[in-house]
């Protein structure tokens, strides 16, 4: 008996996934735990694992679709075995009876031979596609069907109506369309080329063009990960009122801390590990900062649950450390190096990627002195550290030397947090940072 494949469910707060290459066709051999394609949350990518051994038989979506989580993918068993008790509906199944042998149309309008008006015709109903004056019934449900946009045809009906035959023109000079690529062209934001990259030339998503794009760039659809990014950082934008308060530390005794361990015989921590735990002390004086601003609530975290901004060649994620303000200074550094590499090899689960009470940002290692975080909503606030800074200090002998030091950047959303208490944080956590690292 033939076998389902289902979209696994990858985390509580997945709700689809998309399916980004399959690596398998239909007819191949398979075992259980081959990988039959690659799928991509909006947040990290995953192997999709066949769950039986056997033919593959059937393989429901494309390239690019969106998938909702526990939906059958594709189907494993014998030749000749019959799959479409498996197939998701709407997905390239067998035509209905309706579909196959569809009622006579009625004939398109005409000018009447006497004066007298002809009595309305009847109209179907449909609760997908609604009529317009300049497209028939017809002819939109065929132009939807492939994707075309009807209004755009010119229609060789009665006072230029388009009709059916107007739409087969188009598609007779067009390629077949994936799922998602139709969904897309629908909008009119992109172009269909000749012939696609998929089967038989078949126009996938990322094959549509961006009108009037400049010659010889090269231009990629926004989806997955980075199409989130895009979205949550430009809803930060938009909800919340972020200020950023500029400061610095002078590394000297952070420094010396990270040595003494060392001699001690105790394990090597970064200085960003070094910050995480300062921050995660600090925001136990000053918990005003670690909240979600919820418009007409502030909810106040009890503990601290730090999140830390990883670069991953899929984007930004920032992986959340639970519980931080319970961790020795050797813990979070241990949490920060295995969330770190999970996020790089795309093994991240969801679930570790959400969660966040305040979110740590490093841009140092990349020669970046300051910049301006972008709050991760609905945190009220971000830290930004930038690389070492020579600057001058005047000593107790009224002589000046320089010292190294380390830029902070302290983004807020001032709806919940005003000004002074932002501060006042950044303050502490200089102190700290001066004179007592890793306690």
């Not at 030397?401 to 919940?416: F, G, K, N």
């Amino acid at each position: 008996m033939a076998t389902p494949v289902i979209m696994p469910r990858q985390g509580q707060s997945v709700e689809s996934c998309i399916l980004t290459e399959w690596k398998v066709n239909v007819g191949d051999q398979v075992a259980e735990g081959d990988v039959l394609a690659v799928i991509e949350t909006d947040k990290a990518s995953f192997d999709l694992e066949s769950t039986a051994s056997g033919t593959v038989l059937a393989l429901f979506w494309e390239a690019d679709d969106d998938v909702p989580v526990l939906a059958n993918v594709a189907a494993i068993g014998n030749e000749g075995e019959d799959i479409e008790e498996f197939r998701p509906e709407g997905q390239g199944s067998a035509p209905t009876p309706a579909a196959a042998a569809p009622t006579p149309a009625a004939p398109e309008a005409a000018p009447q031979a006497t004066g007298t008006p002809a009595a309305p015709a009847p109209v179907q109903a449909s609760g997908a596609i609604q009529a317009s004056a300049g497209v028939s019934p017809r002819a939109r449900r065929l132009a939807h069907k492939h994707g075309i946009d009807p209004e755009t045809l010119p229609g060789s009906g009665p006072e230029g109506r388009v009709i059916e035959r107007d739409v087969e023109a188009a598609i007779s000079g067009r390629p077949r369309l994936s799922a998602t690529a139709k969904a897309r062209s629908l909008s009119g934001d992109f172009e269909t080329p000749a012939r696609g990259t998929g089967l038989a030339g078949m126009v996938r998503s990322q094959d549509l063009k961006v009108p009037g794009s400049v010659e010889g760039a090269e231009v990629t659809p926004v989806k997955g990960i980075r199409k989130v990014i895009a979205e949550r950082m430009i809803q930060s934008l938009h909800t919340t009122a972020q200020l950023t308060l500029h400061a610095s530390f002078e590394l000297s005794r952070a420094q010396a801390y990270r040595k003494e361990r060392l001699d001690a015989g105790q394990s090597k921590v970064s200085l960003n590990d070094v910050i995480a735990h300062a921050i995660v002390k600090s925001l136990g004086e000053h918990p005003a900062l670690n909240a979600h601003f919820l418009g007409d609530r502030i909810a106040t975290f009890e503990k601290v649950h730090l999140g830390v901004a990883v670069d991953t060649p899929k984007g930004l994620l920032v992986p959340v450390i639970r519980d931080a303000s319970e961790m020795s200074i050797e813990k979070i550094s241990a949490e920060v190096k295995n969330l770190a590499g999970a996020c790089r090899e795309g093994t991240i689960s969801p679930d570790n990627l959400s969660g966040g009470s305040f979110t740590l940002t490093n841009l140092g290692m990349l020669g970046v002195e300051t910049f301006t975080p972008v709050l991760n909503a609905p945190e009220v606030a971000i830290l930004g550290v930038g690389g070492i800074v020579l600057k001058p200090k005047r000593t107790e002998s009224g002589e000046v030397e320089y010292v190294d030091t380390l830029p902070l950047s302290l983004t807020i959303d001032h709806q919940a947090v005003d000004g002074a208490p932002a501060a006042r944080f950044l303050q502490s956590l200089v102190e700290r940072l001066e004179n007592n690292p890793g306690t």
